[in-house]
């Protein structure tokens, strides 16, 4: 569960295994956008395979497509997408409602401490808290694959440094597989895996035996 | 003019080709509400002068005369040398009956003179004219017999019992070798006549020389100077009213003139036979002795006259002649006395008698030359020509409603969709703003970007408009009126007015969206404007409730909410839609149940027949007649007579009906009480009248009017009670009343009959009409065909307004969610991305539409019944009453279809969510 196969048209290849912490890393244009469409279920693909949890779907149709978002991925946007008119709690249920086997939403926000602000709508949030309602509503139908794209990108220093802690310790605690993507190279020493990508084209996959506290890194 | 860069103008350019879909909901927008305004406006006008150039291209007249004493050559020279008089016409008319299929008909001969500027010109419909004696060209309408066709011969015959049809026409029967139309009938109206049925079934026009009348019996006048272009105004009215005065004082005159020469000559001649009596018998009454004086006296002069005679003059030879007469006379009745023969004596008495009744006959004349009594007709005396004008105001009362209401509209739908064009192209306007353009020039932009639509939507829109809308209603109104045809011109001024609105609505829009955006710094219009913040609905307050909804119904009333004027705005939209709708199939009910009520409850009898008053039946004769029908289960004789009726500065035409034996009238008629539905009786004193005309004429119970019967004395009525009724209007009084009020007995010329059931018709009614007595039958059912075929036509104007209400509802709901759609295509994205499957993501957004469409559809209902009050009361035609009560099905079918458009908007909108790109979600806030 949980394992990654990319097979890029460049027939490079990288794998990313349940559980791990993956920072994908690139300047702008090093084709992020390409890769996190196609691990999102966005867009398909016209050639290669992408296999989660064994299943090929770079294959599928659009509307295995759809069932693939809704219940193997949870997505974490750059800027937050939470719908304006939904509290934070209903912003979570938004997405419970439609997942087979998904976490009370009350829950899901008292994890990613927002117990008190539940009832408040994204306009009355700051950015960090709005990111942590975007993670909790990206938790709370369970996904195989937890998918960032620039989670911090909007954020200050100190609050994209905790929201970095919230995804690693889902990681670390729930052995949630979390895929960052990010053209910050400076949060790669946090990461179990670092996937650089370089003109469409990737350019190393490291690994990191041991992944440092995001506490730690500094940038 | 550095500004005026072909950059800029391609900018426009291509803005609207990029947004297509909004511009042409701009355009359809404006097209809608201006044309249907203008359309609907320009009605009134048009009909009104398509009449005036019917009334001008035909010669209408001005003034009609009609008097008892005829009109004579020297008459109308005097009314022809009168200044300001443009035209005069003599002309014969006589009423007569053509038979045909066994019933009498009242047909008004007139006569044809031929020639280009005759007044009245007939309108050729088919055929020719008449041109030779022993044609004749007949009018074709609803009512006329199917053997009015070209090459046709109709026998006319005169009405009274030995009336002879020649002592009016040269011949008995016509050929038809035309069809026309006249323009002194513009309706259904014909005029009354004494004869028959009291009214006149259709006219016929004769050459002028088949007539055998001896003096022509109406006289046409056309004014000077008049405004032509406006018949039905006050001025003209109050024009003729000023110029027909010294006309009737120059035909009074003329007659008098002619009258006092008559009366002399009579005078001579009585005096002159009166001496010749007065000779006979002084002479009869001399006995032997005094007559042989006489004789010697004579003999004397007769023999001093014959010298004189000899070398007098002339007059002398009369004299002597005269004498010698006298004394011839004289001698024979000497000479037969003497012989004892009594023969020369009865002659001479007999001579005396035959005199005697010729003085006494010349007498009669003397005495019979009657006051002469001059009647005048204007073209407003037709009723249908009043109510022409009516009808026509009616329609321009009805575009004070329903186009503001479109114009309105059409302003919200502009007024949000530039908001939103100008919220979308905020970095547009910061970039143009950095770039040093004024913010004229930027708003310029804008405003050419809505005005190109507006200016174009409104040509487009009134062109079709000007055409359409009263091509539609007078079509419908076609079936009331014989005006042949309507233009319909492109109303410059009208098209200016409605362009000067929609320019100043739209830009005025654009103004106030713009403003905000204009006067804040580039920099700050490159950042992105913060959303809309979400907000508590004030239902979240009422807990328990908020805790029962479904998480999407609570979604859904939060975003309704959260866009009040948007929301508010398909409501008015929607609820419009179904507004529109509902009061269409309101008044196709309101109309058509008119037939129900006044045929199937108001109307009891089978079958009305007319009777023959020339038959010399006495109304008992008649009740035994149809006592003795066996299938005639009841009947009940009744007096009809058309007057006029007035109150409150109106007058009205209406019937005046007598009941021969009231208390059976409602068997036949039923009177209720328009309020309480309770029985009304007919009895002594009581007066009766229907409904619709005491609303016309603003009447209520007690009040007092005033009962015009041409040729009779005016007499006055106190109300006492109204009664329900739907179509004509009715005053009932009881025969002692008629009788105390006229000082004469009514003249029962109708009967209502009941007929046995199972009784064949067709045999029942010439069985009937074969009899001297009755001279045609009508049965309730034909009546009621006839009646719901007339309506029917406005079915035209039903379907106008579904048509307008659906391309109100798909404009709205389309434009709306559009714009709801582009605002909230980050939302959308997301959804996607979370795993939304797409019926999931267009039921998000659907909910919405749904929710707004069922309270649209509710608030619809409302104004829907308000609206169909305030058209069923404009829209009536005077002479019926509509069901003023609303249809239920009118709930359900505005309902169905309002939301089937809303479905049809939702299914477009659904292949537009579609399209959506889940990239959106990514991008970063613009």
Redesign the interface.
């Known amino acids: 569960m949980g394992e990654v196969t990319i097979t890029a048209s460049d027939g490079v290849t990288f794998d990313i295994e349940k559980g791990e912490f993956a920072v994908i890393v690139g300047a702008s244009g090093a084709g992020k ?1 390409t890769v ?2 196609m691990l ?1 279920g ?2 398909n693909c016209d050639e290669g395979e992408i296999l989660v949890d064994g299943k090929n779907i770079a294959a599928y149709n659009n ?1 295995q497509l ?6 193997d ?1 949870g ?1 974490v ?3 937050y ?1 939470l ?5 934070a709690l ?1 912003n979570v ?3 419970s ?3 087979r086997d998904s976490i009370a939403a009350d829950e899901m926000l008292k994890k990613v401490g927002l117990e008190e602000r539940m009832n408040n ?4 949030l700051s950015g960090g808290e709005q990111q942590r309602v975007s993670i909790a ?1 990206a938790l709370a ?1 369970k996904p195989k694959l937890l998918l960032c ?1 620039e989670p911090t990108g909007a954020l200050d220093y100190n609050t994209g440094k905790n929201i970095l802690k919230l995804l690693q310790d889902t990681c670390r605690e729930d052995g949630m597989t979390v895929i960052v993507i990010t053209h910050n190279l400076a949060i790669a020493p946090m990461a179990d895996r670092v996937i650089r990508l370089k003109n469409s084209k990737i350019e190393s996959v490291t690994l990191n035996p041991t992944p440092q506290d995001v506490n730690t890194i500094e940038w | 003019m550095k500004k005026r860069t072909s950059a800029y103008k391609k900018d426009i350019a291509r803005e609207i080709r990029r947004s297509i879909g909004r511009f042409m909901s701009v355009f359809l927008i404006v097209a809608l509400g201006t044309g249907f305004f203008a359309g609907i406006k320009s009605t009134m006008p048009d009909m009104k002068e398509s009449a005036a150039d019917f009334f001008e291209e035909n010669n209408l007249m001005d003034l009609k005369l009609v008097s008892n004493v005829g009109f004579r050559y020297e008459d109308l020279q005097a009314v022809e040398d009168l200044d300001g008089v443009s035209g005069v016409q003599a002309g014969y008319s006589s009423d007569v009956y053509y038979n045909y299929d066994g019933q009498n008909q009242v047909v008004k001969v007139m006569s044809y003179s031929g020639g280009e500027d005759i007044l009245n010109k007939p309108i050729l419909i088919e055929g020719r004219l008449p041109q030779n004696s022993g044609e004749c060209v007949v009018e074709n309408t609803m009512k006329t017999p199917d053997s009015y066709k070209i090459g046709e011969k109709l026998t006319l015959s005169a009405p009274g019992k030995d009336g002879d049809i020649h002592d009016y026409f040269k011949h008995d029967t016509f050929e038809v070798v035309g069809i026309v139309a006249s323009p002194l009938y513009i309706g259904f109206e014909r005029d009354a006549t004494t004869i028959g049925s009291g009214s006149v079934n259709s006219f016929m026009l004769i050459p002028e020389e088949d007539f055998t009348l001896g003096f022509y019996t109406e006289l046409y006048v056309r004014f000077d100077g008049l405004d032509r272009e406006e018949p039905f105004s006050d001025k003209y009215t109050d024009e003729i009213e000023e110029k027909k005065q010294p006309v009737i004082a120059a035909f009074e005159n003329s007659v008098n003139e002619r009258m006092k020469e008559s009366k002399q000559d009579a005078i001579e001649q009585l005096d002159k036979a009166q001496e010749n009596i007065d000779a006979i018998n002084s002479l009869l009454a001399l006995d032997e002795n005094a007559l042989a004086q006489y004789i010697a006296q004579l003999d004397s002069d007769v023999e001093a006259l014959r010298a004189q005679a000899e070398n007098g003059t002339a007059l002398d030879r009369v004299s002597l002649a005269q004498q010698e007469t006298k004394l011839q006379t004289a001698q024979g009745l000497y000479a037969s006395r003497l012989a004892g023969d009594t023969s020369v004596d009865e002659h001479l008495s007999a001579q005396a008698a035959q005199g005697q009744a010729q003085a006494d006959e010349i007498q009669a004349q003397i005495d019979s030359i009657p006051d002469t009594k001059i009647y005048d007709y204007t073209r407003f005396s037709s009723n249908d020509y009043a109510s022409f004008a009516g009808d026509s105001e009616k329609i321009d009362a009805i575009a004070k409603v329903f186009p503001v209401f479109f114009v309105f509209i059409a302003a919200l739908v502009c007024l949000t969709t530039m908001t939103r064009m100008v919220d979308e192209k905020r970095t547009e306007i910061g970039t143009y703003k950095a770039l040093g353009y004024s913010s004229a020039k930027i708003m310029a932009k804008y405003l050419i970007y809505a005005l190109v639509p507006t200016v174009t939507g409104t040509l487009f829109g009134t062109a079709i408009g000007f055409k359409l809308f009263p091509y539609i209603i007078y079509n419908s109104y076609k079936i009331l009126y014989n005006i042949p045809s309507i233009d319909t011109p492109f109303r410059v001024d009208y098209a200016l007015w409605c362009m000067a609105v929609a320019v100043i609505a739209v830009g005025a829009t654009v103004v106030a969206s713009c403003y905000a955006s204009m006067s804040a710094k580039p920099a700050q219009l490159m950042r992105p404007k ?6 508590r609905v004030f239902l979240e307050k009422i807990t328990p409730l908020w805790k029962r909804l479904g ?1 999407l119904t ?2 859904t009333l ?2 309704l909410l ?1 866009y009040k004027k948007r929301f508010a705005m398909t409501l008015i939209g929607v609820a419009g839609c179904t507004a529109l709708i509902m009061t269409a199939f309101g008044i196709k009910h309101s109309i058509s149940k008119i037939v129900d009520l006044q045929f199937g409850k108001i109307l009891q009898y089978d079958a009305v027949t007319v009777l023959n008053k020339d038959s010399g039946a006495t109304d008992d004769d008649i009740n035994a007649l149809l006592d003795e029908n066996e299938d005639v289960e009841d009947h009940l004789l009744i007096s009809e007579t058309d007057c006029t009726l007035n109150a409150n500065d109106l007058s009205y035409g209406v019937s005046l009906m007598v009941p021969q034996q009231p208390q059976k009238l409602n068997d036949f008629i039923r009177l209720d009480d328009c309020k309480s539905g309770d029985k009304l009786t007919v009895a002594d004193g009581e007066v009766v009248i229907t409904e619709k005309i005491t609303q016309l004429m603003g009447l209520k119970v007690g009040d007092e009017i005033e009962i015009e019967i041409p040729e009779k004395e005016t007499v006055k009525l106190k109300i006492s009670s109204i009664a329900e009724n739907y179509s004509m209007h009715y005053i009932y009084i009881s025969p002692q009343d008629y009788e105390r009020l006229y000082g004469e007995e009514p003249q029962f010329n109708q009967a209502y009959l009941s007929i046995a059931d199972g009784t064949v018709t067709a045999d029942f009614s010439q069985q009937l009409i074969s009899k001297d007595e009755f001279l045609g039958i009508v049965f309730l059912d034909e009546k009621a065909e006839t009646f719901f075929s007339s309506i029917e036509s406005l079915n035209a104007i039903v379907w106008l307004l579904i048509i307008c209400a659906a391309l109100l509802a798909f404009i709205v709901l389309y434009d709306l969610a559009n714009i709801n759609i582009t605002e909230r295509v ?2 959308i994205a ?9 019926s ?1 993501t267009s039921a998000y957004i659907y909910r919405e539409n749904i929710y707004t469409t069922v309270i649209g559809i509710i608030l619809g209902w409302g104004m829907g019944l308000v609206l169909h009050r305030f058209v069923v009361l404009t829209a009536e035609v005077d002479l019926v009453m509509f069901a003023r009560e609303m249809v239920w099905y009118a709930y359900i079918l505005s309902a169905l279809l309002t939301a089937l458009f809303a479905v049809m908007v939702n299914v477009v909108l659904h292949f537009k969510l579609k399209k959506i790109d ?2 959106e ?2 991008k ?2 613009e």
């Open positions: 956008t996190l469409n999102g966005m867009d509307k759809t069932a693939y978002r809704r219940f991925i997505f946007f750059q800027f997408n719908v304006n008119n939904l509290t209903e249920e938004l997405a409602q439609i997942s709508f994204p306009s009355q509503r139908k794209d | 913060a959303p809309p913040a979400g907000k998480f609570k979604v939060r975003n959260r980050r939302e997301t959804l996607k991305v979370l795993g939304f499957y797409d999931e889940m990239v979600s990514l970063s806030i």
